[in-house]
C-alpha cells in the first residue's frame, strides 16, 4: 500500500484511540491492527510482530498497580494500606485498579497501530519519501541505514580480533578496546565517504543554504504558531481565533518548507503507484475518523468517553461506531506483496 | 572572469556590494537565530502545555474533552512541524560533503548501540547513546549536536520499530542535549585558555570530563523528567501526583514532582550514573578521537571573504 495511505490510516486511528478510554473499543483497534500485521506478515513473508502484546502484558498490570495504590478514590474498596506512607497510604479502590488498566490499554492500542506501520514501512521507502526541503537529511539518514549493517559487522571483528589478543569483557571499562577502534575506524570511513560524495559532484551547486525568503517565512509561521498557542492559554474565550492563527501559522510554515524543496531537484527512479485500492483506504481512514469524532447526530459518540469513577459501570458499545472501526480493515485490499509495490 | 567566479556564479554579485551583502547577512543571521529561539518556546510549550492548561478547564467532563482537544498526536504534529523548520535551517547551516557524511557514520554507530541497548536491556534508565551525542555537540558545536540527537532518536526509531507520537518529544530532547553540549564548546575554550603549553592537556582534559560528567548526570534526570511530561496528563487520577484540571500552576508543579519522584527517580539515576560511567571510563580517548579529526572535517574554504582587488 502507498506509504500517504498508511500515514493517513494511522493517523485516523489513532486520533480515535486517544479520545477513547472505553476498553471494548481499544480491544477492537488492537484486534484491527493485528488482523492487518497478519496479513502484511503473509504478504511479506514476514513473522507476525507480537511484541507489542508483550509490551502490553507489561503496561497494563503495571499501570493498573500503579494507579490503584496511588489514587485512592472510588466506591469499591478491595483493601486499605495502614499508616502514614505519603502517596501509598489509603484506600485501594477497584475503580482506580481499572482506571489504570484503562491508562495502559490506552498506550497499548496506540502501539499496537505503529506495529503496523513499523512493518509495513519498509526504511528505504521512508528515505525515499523525504521531502524534498530535508534533502541533505535524507541523504544523512540513508548513508546512516547504509552503514548500520557495516558498523555491526565491524563491531564483531574488532570484538574477534581483541579476543585473539586475550582481550574478555567482564567490567564496563573492558569495552573501551572495543568501542575506540569501531568509532575510529567510522571517522576514517566517513572520511573516504566523503571523497567519494565530493568526487561524484555532491554539493557542487554554488549555494543551497535557506533563502531569506525560506527563512522569514519559517520565522513568521514559527512566531504565529507561538503566539496563537499562547494567547489560548493567556486569554479567555479566544480558543477559535487561537487555532485560527496556528492553522494560518502551520500554513506558513507549510509554504516555506515547500518553497525550499522547490530549490532543489529531485528525480525518482522507480516511483510508487498509488492505485485505487490506495485511495480507497485513504478516502475511508479520513470518513471514519470524521464521523467519530465530528458531532454527528446518528452516531453514539458519548459511549466513546467511559469513566470508571466513582462507581464502576460496564462500557457501553454502540454497534454503528463497531462497524465504523472495522472499516479500518481497508488496508486489507490494498496490502500487495512487497514484489508488486512498484 | 576570475577563479572565484567560476566556482561561484554568485560570487560576482555577492562581492559587487559588499555593504548590501553585509546588511544581508545580518538579516539572514537574526532570522537565523529567532527560528532557533522560536523552535524552543514552542518545543518548551509543548512539553509544559499540562501546567498551563491547569487553569482552564475545570469539570471531569471538560477534562475529558480537553485531553481529546490537546491530545498527544496534535501536540505531536506541531512539535514535528518546528522541528521540520529548525531542521532546514540547521541543515542549510552544514551541508559539506564532508559533515554529511561524518553526521551519517556517528548516526549509524550510535543506532548500532541503541539497537544493541534494546535487545539487552541495560539497568532502568541506562543508555549508551548519550555519550556520543553528548561528545559531538561538546566538540563539533552545538548545530552538529541538535543534527546528531535527533537523527540518532529517528534512525534508532526506524531500526527497531519505535516509531510513534513519543518520536518526535525524543527527537526534541536529544537535540536539545546535543545542542547544550555544544553550548559547553565556550567553557572549553576558556578552560584551554587559563593554561598555556601542551603539558596541561592531560589536567585540561580531565577537567573538561569531570565538567562533562556533572552535564551528563544532569541531563540522565532532565531527560526523563522533560519525556514524562508527554503521557503525564493520560496517568491521570486524582491522587496526589497525578495530572488534575483547576489546580494552580504551583499545585500542578508539585504534583508533577511528586509523580517524578514516585515513579521515575530511580529509573533515572541509572541514567544519569550510566552517563557519569560511560563520560568517566571512555569520554578522554572518545574527545582525543572527535577532536583529531575535527581539523580534518571542518576546514572551510571562504572564497566571498577576499576582497575585489585581491581576485
Known amino acids: 500500500m502507498h506509504l500517504r495511505s498508511w500515514v493517513v490510516w494511522i493517523a485516523s486511528i489513532v486520533a480515535v484511540a486517544l479520545s477513547t478510554r472505553n476498553p471494548l473499543y481499544l480491544v477492537l483497534i488492537m484486534l484491527v491492527a493485528q488482523i492487518v500485521n497478519v496479513r502484511m506478515a503473509s504478504a511479506n513473508g514476514t513473522a507476525v510482530p507480537t511484541w507489542w502484546l508483550r509490551f502490553g502484558a507489561l503496561a497494563v498490570p503495571l499501570s493498573a498497580l500503579f494507579n490503584a495504590i496511588s489514587v ?11 499508616g502514614s506512607v505519603p502517596l501509598l497510604s489509603g484506600i485501594v479502590t477497584l475503580e482506580a485498579l481499572v482506571y489504570g488498566a484503562l491508562n495502559g490499554l490506552l498506550i497499548t492500542a496506540v502501539v499496537s497501530v505503529f506495529s503496523v506501520f513499523n512493518i509495513a514501512v519498509p526504511a528505504y521507502q521512508l ?19 547504509s552503514f548500520i549493517p557495516q558498523t555491526a559487522r565491524r563491531f564483531k571483528e574488532v570484538r574477534e580480533a581483541q579476543a585473539v ?74 480558543a477559535i481565533a487561537a487555532i485560527a492563527i496556528m492553522a494560518v501559522g502551520v500554513l506558513t510554515i507549510g509554504t516555506g518548507l515547500w518553497l525550499s524543496g522547490q530549490a532543489v531537484p529531485h528525480t525518482v527512479y522507480r516511483p510508487q503507484q498509488f492505485t485505487l485500492l490506495d485511495g480507497l483506504c485513504l478516502v475511508s481512514s479520513i470518513i471514519v475518523a470524521g464521523l467519530l469524532l465530528l458531532p454527528i447526530p446518528f452516531i453514539a459518540q458519548t459511549t466513546l468517553q467511559y469513566y470508571p469513577y466513582p462507581a464502576l459501570t460496564p462500557p457501553l458499545f454502540d454497534p454503528t461506531i463497531g462497524l465504523l472501526m472495522l472499516a479500518w480493515l481497508s488496508p486489507l485490499l490494498a496490502i500487495r506483496p512487497a514484489a508488486q509495490e512498484h | 572572469m576570475s577563479t572565484n567566479e567560476l566556482l561561484h556564479p554568485t560570487a560576482r554579485h555577492s562581492m559587487s556590494g559588499a555593504p548590501y551583502r553585509t546588511s544581508h547577512m545580518a538579516v539572514q543571521r537574526l532570522l537565523s537565530i529567532s527560528i532557533y529561539i522560536l523552535t524552543s518556546l514552542i518545543g518548551l510549550t509543548a512539553f ?33 512541524l518546528s522541528l521540520a523548520a529548525l531542521a532546514v535551517e540547521t541543515q542549510g547551516q552544514m551541508l559539506s560533503a564532508r559533515m554529511i557524511a561524518l553526521l551519517g557514520i556517528l548516526v549509524a554507530i550510535n543506532s548500532t548501540l541503541r539497537f544493541a541497548d534494546a535487545v539487552v536491556r541495560g539497568p532502568g534508565g541506562f543508555s ?34 519505535g516509531i510513534g507520537p513519543w518520536l518526535p518529544y525524543q527527537m ?45 548526570a544532569g541531563w540522565g534526570f532532565v531527560y526523563g523528567a522533560i519525556m514524562n511530561l508527554w503521557f503525564w496528563p493520560f496517568q491521570a487520577g486524582d491522587a496526589a501526583q497525578s495530572w488534575q484540571a483547576g489546580l494552580s500552576l504551583t ?31 571512555f569520554g578522554i580517548p572518545t574527545l582525543n578521537a572527535l577532536l583529531r579529526f575535527k581539523n580534518r572535517f571542518m576546514f572551510t574554504t571562504d572564497f566571498a571573504a577576499r576582497t575585489p582587488d585581491k581576485v
Not at chain 1, 207 to 234: D, E, K, M, P, Y
Not at chain 2, 183 to 208: D, F, M, P
Open chain 2, 128 to 161: 549508551p547513546i548519550f555519550l556520543l551525542i553528548i561528545a559531538c555537540g561538546y566538540v563539533f558545536g552545538g548545530r552538529f549536536g541538535f543534527l546528531m540527537g535527533i537523527l540518532t532518536m529517528l534512525v534508532s526509531a526506524i531500526i527497531t520499530g
Open chain 1, 127 to 145: 528515505v525515499r519519501s523525504t521531502p524534498r526541503a530535508f534533502q541533505s537529511m535524507g541523504v544523512t539518514i540513508g548513508i546512516a541505514l
Open chain 2, 251 to 281: 499545585r500542578g508543579i508539585q504534583r508533577y514532582l511528586a509523580f517524578y519522584l514516585a515513579t521515575s527517580a530511580v529509573w533515572d539515576i541509572f541514567a544519569a550514573v550510566g552517563n557519569i560511567a560511560l563520560l568517566a571510563l
Open chain 1, 165 to 238: 589478543r586475550g582481550h574478555r569483557v567482564r567490567h564496563l571499562r573492558d569495552w573501551l578496546p572495543l568501542w575506540l577502534p569501531l568509532l575510529i575506524g567510522g571517522l576514517e570511513q566517513s572520511t573516504q565517504l566523503a571523497e567519494a560524495m565530493v568526487a561524484r559532484g555532491f554539493g557542487a551547486t554554488a549555494n543551497r543554504h535557506s533563502s531569506l525568503q525560506t527563512r522569514t517565512l519559517l520565522a513568521l509561521g514559527l512566531v504565529l504558531i507561538l503566539s496563537g498557542w499562547l494567547a489560548s492559554f493567556i486569554v479567555k474565550g479566544i
Open chain 2, 172 to 216: 526534541f530532547t536529544a537535540g536539545w542535549m546535543g545542542m547544550s553540549a555544544g553550548w559547553l564548546g565556550a567553557a572549553r575554550k576558556i578552560i584551554n585558555r587559563s593554561k598555556t603549553g601542551s603539558t596541561h592537556v592531560s589536567r585540561i582534559r580531565k577537567r573538561e570530563i569531570i565538567m562533562l560528567c556533572i552535564f551528563g
Open chain 1, 72 to 82: 485512592h478514590f472510588g466506591d469499591t474498596v478491595l483493601l486499605t494500606i495502614p
Open chain 2, 48 to 80: 509544559l502545555y499540562p501546567f498551563f492548561t491547569l487553569t482552564v478547564q475545570t469539570t471531569v467532563a471538560s477534562q475529558q474533552l480537553a485531553h481529546s482537544a490537546d491530545s498527544p498526536l496534535i501536540l505531536a504534529l506541531l512539535i514535528g
